[in-house]
T-cell receptor, first 108, second 114 residues
Framework: AQRVTQPEKLLSVFKGAPVELKCNYS??????LFWYVQYSRQRLQLLLR??SRESIKGFTADLNKGETSFHLKKPFAQEEDSAMYYC??????????FGTGTRLQVTL | DAGVTQSPTHLIKTRGQQVTLRCSPK?????VSWYQQALGQGPQFIFQ???????QRGNFPDRFSGHQFPNYSSELNVNALLLGDSALYLC?????????????FGEGSWLTVV
């Protein structure tokens, strides 16, 4: 069975502070991991995926197979980063298993 | 490109009724998946359609059924509605490729069962 765990429902940080959103997964094969973001009143959209190893809007995430983690990080939080973040795993083609999400709140 | 479009955006139904939700995939996409997102939860996979057939199914009862049309659009049907079916229903589209494929989501249909 595949499972994604996001332990924090809410993460509140000050503007300019570092951000780390935690994600752990359980999967017996070789997973594809994603971070999706949902801004207020907008649709769910892909933020980044582990296979591309890119930085989007200053966010990065590294797949750690030993710790089965895919934490999302950003060195300096911005107000516009406030949103709901979902970690997701694709075990079989195009089927995503999501975590319960973490709401990131960036305050002044 | 309008992306993934869903209709209706909001609807209210009574327990025991039936509902049909509709989805048009992003242009060029041939695979449609449906997800249920209850309040405070992440989306949960219901099923996936490709070439007009259900290819994968999540842990949902047979009351949930679907269809894909030759133009790749899709419908989600839920029979004998329960209060617990109240949720945001998301449609996602993609191209049938095993990996490296981006999945796009619609804005969803909010279903309230009273």
């Amino acid at each position: 069975a595949q499972r994604v765990t996001q332990p924090e429902k809410l993460l509140s940080v000050f503007k300019g502070a570092p951000v780390e959103l935690k994600c752990n997964y359980s999967y017996s094969g070789s997973p594809e991991l994603f971070w999706y973001v949902q801004y207020s009143r907008q649709r769910l959209q892909l933020l980044l995926r582990h296979i591309s190893r890119e930085s989007i809007k200053g966010f990065t995430a590294d797949l750690n197979k030993g710790e089965t983690s895919f934490h999302l990080k950003k060195p300096f939080a911005q107000e516009e980063d406030s949103a709901m973040y979902y970690c997701a795993l694709a075990g079989t083609a195009s089927k995503l298993t999501f975590g319960t999400g973490t709401r990131l709140q960036v305050t002044l | 490109d309008a992306g993934v479009t869903q209709s209706p955006t909001h609807l209210i139904k009574t327990r025991g009724q039936q509902v049909t939700l509709r989805c048009s995939p992003k242009s060029g996409h041939d695979t449609v998946s449906w997800y249920q997102q209850a309040l405070g939860q992440g989306p949960q996979f219901i099923f996936q359609y490709y070439e007009e057939e259900e290819r994968q199914r999540g842990n949902f009862p047979d009351r949930f059924s679907g269809h894909q049309f030759p133009n790749y659009s899709s419908e989600l049907n839920v029979n004998a509605l329960l209060l617990g079916d109240s949720a945001l229903y998301l449609c996602a589209s993609s191209l049938k490729v095993a990996s490296g494929n981006t999945i796009y989501f619609g804005e969803g249909s909010w279903l309230t069962v009273v």
